[in-house]
């Protein structure tokens, strides 16, 4: 029989990703989604939508009657504890099979980053939940590169505080397809497993320009910045302040060398190589060089 899986952050990065490589197979999608005005989305991979909000216990039971396997992304925040108990509590009362969760490279209680000891909790709420688990913790993502587009089509730059950190960044299809693979294995087969997700090499942003450069067939540039610039230039944008701490404090771990690792879990999972930068800057050429 087929088994329903229950996608939350529905209307996100990763969780988009994951409808795409879910969808043909013979799994039952459900979205969970906050604004029925955002539902379009899910809809269009033939999910079942429903209306829910993590930071609303009670509005959650309706989305999980049913479902066996949960897959819980939960929106980088300082309440993203909060939201994991609320569906992980929900899940419980459903009678839910199996979570597979999104966490984080480097989840710990002592990680540098607020982010990282945050999704520890989760973590460890998960392994403790008495439900089947796995869960994956993916790099930095390649797609976090679209947040420079505009400055890369517009000038063939993009400035950011990361020096000359290495990081062992991932394409979040390829976090998806891991994630698709997990699911579609059925509950028994990667029960307990932590998988950290990493694409196949650490770059440097001179070597991510690089690549960007050649993919695109034109010139794109790194300028390195310091904290305090690239702190005003989000604030300037409107991100909020505890998100802004918390990439600084990345920042900082990459430019130690917390990030300059790479693991072959994806090749393990999806018995082929990571995607490189240079399939992502091809594939996204669009969103680099379009203007205005
Ligand atoms: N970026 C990285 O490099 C990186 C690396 C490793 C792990 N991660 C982890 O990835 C996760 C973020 O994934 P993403 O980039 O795919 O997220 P995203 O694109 O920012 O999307 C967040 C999703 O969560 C939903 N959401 C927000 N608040 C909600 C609430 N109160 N109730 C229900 N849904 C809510 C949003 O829905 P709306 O449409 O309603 O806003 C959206 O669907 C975080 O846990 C982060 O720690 C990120």
């Given at each position: 029989m087929s088994r329903t899986v229950l996608i939350t952050g529905a209307t996100g990065t990763v969780s988009n990703a994951l409808m795409n490589a879910l969808d043909g197979t013979d799994v039952v999608l459900r979205a969970l989604v906050r604004d029925e005005a955002r539902a379009d989305g899910p809809r269009e991979r033939n999910a079942e939508v429903f209306i829910g909000d993590l930071d609303d216990a009670r509005s959650l039971p309706p989305a999980f009657?049913?479902?066996?396997d949960l897959w819980l992304l939960t929106p980088n925040g300082p309440r993203a504890p909060e939201h994991s108990m609320n569906a992980m509590w929900a899940a419980r009362q459903a009678g839910v099979e199996r979570v597979v969760r999104l966490s984080v490279v480097g989840a710990a209680h002592d990680a540098p980053n607020r982010s990282g000891r945050l999704h520890a909790l989760s973590d460890h709420e998960t392994v403790r939940s008495g439900m089947r688990w796995t869960i994956l913790r993916p790099h930095w993502f390649m797609q976090n590169l679209l947040n420079e587009a505009g400055d890369i089509a517009a000038s063939g730059t993009f400035a950011t505080n990361m020096a000359s950190a290495r990081i062992g960044m991932i394409d979040v299809r390829d976090i998806a397809e891991c994630a698709a693979q997990v699911l579609l294995d059925g509950p028994d087969r990667h029960h307990g497993e932590t998988y950290t997700l990493t694409g196949p090499r650490s770059l440097t942003f001179d070597e991510v320009a690089g690549q960007m450069s050649l993919a695109l067939g034109r010139s794109v540039a790194y300028l390195p910045v310091s904290d305090d610039a690239k702190r005003e230039t989000l604030l300037g944008y409107g991100v909020p302040a505890w998100i802004v701490d918390m990439l600084e404090e990345y920042a900082r771990a990459y430019v130690s060398g917390w990030g300059d690792f790479t693991t072959d879990t994806v090749a393990g999972l999806l018995g082929r190589p990571a995607r490189d930068l240079t399939d992502f800057a091809r594939d996204h050429a669009t969103a680099f060089t379009a203007t205005g």
């Amino acid at each position: 029989m087929s088994r329903t899986v229950l996608i939350t952050g529905a209307t996100g990065t990763v969780s988009n990703a994951l409808m795409n490589a879910l969808d043909g197979t013979d799994v039952v999608l459900r979205a969970l989604v906050r604004d029925e005005a955002r539902a379009d989305g899910p809809r269009e991979r033939n999910a079942e939508v429903f209306i829910g909000d993590l930071d609303d216990a009670r509005s959650l039971p309706p989305a999980f009657a049913g479902v066996q396997d949960l897959w819980l992304l939960t929106p980088n925040g300082p309440r993203a504890p909060e939201h994991s108990m609320n569906a992980m509590w929900a899940a419980r009362q459903a009678g839910v099979e199996r979570v597979v969760r999104l966490s984080v490279v480097g989840a710990a209680h002592d990680a540098p980053n607020r982010s990282g000891r945050l999704h520890a909790l989760s973590d460890h709420e998960t392994v403790r939940s008495g439900m089947r688990w796995t869960i994956l913790r993916p790099h930095w993502f390649m797609q976090n590169l679209l947040n420079e587009a505009g400055d890369i089509a517009a000038s063939g730059t993009f400035a950011t505080n990361m020096a000359s950190a290495r990081i062992g960044m991932i394409d979040v299809r390829d976090i998806a397809e891991c994630a698709a693979q997990v699911l579609l294995d059925g509950p028994d087969r990667h029960h307990g497993e932590t998988y950290t997700l990493t694409g196949p090499r650490s770059l440097t942003f001179d070597e991510v320009a690089g690549q960007m450069s050649l993919a695109l067939g034109r010139s794109v540039a790194y300028l390195p910045v310091s904290d305090d610039a690239k702190r005003e230039t989000l604030l300037g944008y409107g991100v909020p302040a505890w998100i802004v701490d918390m990439l600084e404090e990345y920042a900082r771990a990459y430019v130690s060398g917390w990030g300059d690792f790479t693991t072959d879990t994806v090749a393990g999972l999806l018995g082929r190589p990571a995607r490189d930068l240079t399939d992502f800057a091809r594939d996204h050429a669009t969103a680099f060089t379009a203007t205005g």
